[in-house]
């Protein structure tokens, strides 16, 4: 029988040889020093940098979560207590949501404390609590904040109230509904001179510097005031211009609505709308709005809707 062994194995690379220039050797030599000289508290030192580099996003992730759940106890005491932090108040609505949605017995307990937010001095929370309270319209409570909601002194309370009070089959929510569909007029707030001013076309979102208003004089004192946009749009029909005078409540400019915005409000005059709205419906029906094609149809739909639920209150054929 043929020699069959194996071949012996190749021997080993030599190991590749350290740098003898003096430079290399001399940083190599520095580093390791460096390295024995960290004391224990150096060294304590930097395994704490290490935790706060991976612990700090994980606990601020924890605490802004809406998604984390809550006892009913604490639910209860961020709706109620007076000086709790608005993202704290809006974890608590996020999370009343769905509950109040499905009508659930133990969630009617907030009704109470969240209508008493239709109140609240932040708008964000007047905002999610409109939200909430859409979600039940068997709820007098809510019913009553809602509507007084209509009145709001800000456009995105209002605008979250109809959409709510829609739910609720109140026609007090229809003209607010309308506005919707329209471009928002945003007002000066205080007299002074026009400082720079956003183009018409740019989009914007909700809090974004739309103009910045200036003292008249330097008797006036301070640095000006900053106009924020107080819904989302795009800037069109600016009406004044870079250093022109303006007094307190001169319109400014305006804001087209999102296609978004006015998709809700039609799907909401579904419930509520009226002869008085059937017209605008129509224009945004036959395109001549601008909106979309998808904006469009949902109009038709709308109008469509609206006519057969006015000819049988009518007791007419759907004419």
Known sequence: MPNTELPAPAPASDP????????????????????????????????????????????????????????????????????????????ALNLLVDRVERRESAARQFHGPVAALASHREAEIRVEAALVMGGDSSSEPFHEALARLLADPEPRPRYQA??????????????????????????APRAGRLGPMLAGGEPVNVGAALCRILPTSTDDGGDGVDVRA????????????????????????????????????????????GREELEEVERIASGSRGFPAWVAKEAAETK????????????????
Request: proline share 8%; charged share 25%.
């Open 16 to 91: 590749i040889p350290a740098p003898d220039d003096p430079e290399s050797r001399a940083g190599a030599a520095a580093t390791a020093a460096a390295a024995r000289r960290l004391s224990p508290r150096a060294r304590f030192l930097l395994f704490l940098a290490s935790v706060a580099a991976v612990g700090v996003p994980l606990i601020t992730w924890y605490l802004t979560y809406f998604g984390r759940p809550l006892a009913d106890d604490e639910i209860m005491r961020r709706l109620t207590e007076p000086d709790v932090k608005p993202r704290d108040i809006q974890h």
């Open 162 to 187: 109809a959409l709510a009070l829609s739910n609720f089959g109140d026609r007090k929510a229809a003209p607010v509904l309308r506005a919707m569909l329209w471009p928002c007029e945003v007002r």
């Open 230 to 273: 107080p819904v989302k749009g795009t800037v069109q029909s600016v009406r004044r211009r870079q250093g022109e005078a303006v007094a307190e409540g001169d319109t400014l400019l305006s804001l087209a609505p999102p296609d978004d915005q006015v998709a809700q409000a039609l799907l909401a005059l579904r419930r509520v709308g």
């Open 304 to 319: 469509r809707l609206i006519a057969e639920r006015l000819a049988a209150a009518d007791g007419g054929s759907g004419e």
